[in-house]
């Protein structure tokens, strides 16, 4: 009977797979990194694109960002976050306009010829970038504003750079010491024509004709090379990029406080010693805003003639 009755043995032998794959996980993971690849490339590849100044306001904007303090924001009604709102506006100096000016003339095939006629400092108020003749290489057609050709590739380097600045441009036209007399036309309206010149081709260069701030012309009353009026150098166009000043002017300080003066005097009721040096307050107000006045008067160094042609 016990020999009859065998017993039944089940074994159960679980396959191992050790040259498969482990289920589907793998691809989630695989996928994920394949797309943040493809976002870091694209990163790069649109950070290559994007200017130099760009990339720096860009890059002072990341370094004081804060979740904490930003955070919200985007959503209120009127409100919406835009990157460009807190960047840092890149500051204007003369060796970052330069830079930028020397890597558009390359990009546009432009030689050590033009670096050498394009000038770019400092001045009271903002950047001034100026477009020099040189023997043998003028900017315009003699006796005319008709720009060269190495002029138009000149300023179309310039309107790349300066467009997508937020200051105000001033365009200055200046000729030499040497007289001129055409038919109807002397150095003034030379130099004055020769400014709207450049102006249109900034502007046909893609800069917004709502920054022209003015175009002038001096004739030769402002040479550059000041013992020598006649030298070619004198002849240029000064593009200038003004710095904006902050807060209000000082003629407008000083209406302020006469009103205030004149308030309190006009209040009713008021009596005493300090009623009655208001008279001399005033008096002593109105002198001095007269001088400031005449200061800022003689601080004007040239008179220009202005023409939109």
Known sequence: MSEAIRKVIVKKV?????GGHHGGSWKVAYADFVTAMMA???????????????RIAMAEYFKSF??????????LPGSAFVITDHIK???????????ALKRAMKKKGGGEGESDQVLIDAIDGGVRIQIVDKEGSPMFQLGGA??????????AGVAEVIRDQDAK?????HTDAAPF????????????????????????NGLDPSRVARVVGYADTDLLIKDQPKDAQNRRISIILLQPKDGPPLAEGLKKELRSSFQQQAQPGT????????PDRESTIRQSFQEKKAAMKKSRKRDAIGLWD
């Open 14 to 18: 679980k396959k191992r797979h050790d």
């Open 40 to 54: 870091f490339f694209l990163l790069l590849w649109l950070l290559s694109m994007v200017s130099d100044d760009k």
């Open 66 to 75: 804060s979740l904490f303090k930003e955070s919200g924001t985007n959503f």
């Open 89 to 99: 506006k890149a500051e204007l100096k003369p060796e970052n306009i330069a830079a």
């Open 146 to 155: 008709e720009p060269t050709e190495k002029a138009r590739e000149i300023l």
């Open 169 to 173: 441009i001033a365009i200055e036209g």
């Open 181 to 204: 007399r055409g038919d109807q036309i002397t150095n003034w309206e030379l130099s004055t024509n020769r400014a709207s010149a450049a102006r249109r081709m900034l502007e046909t």
């Open 271 to 278: 009596s005493g010693p300090a009623a009655e040096a208001a």
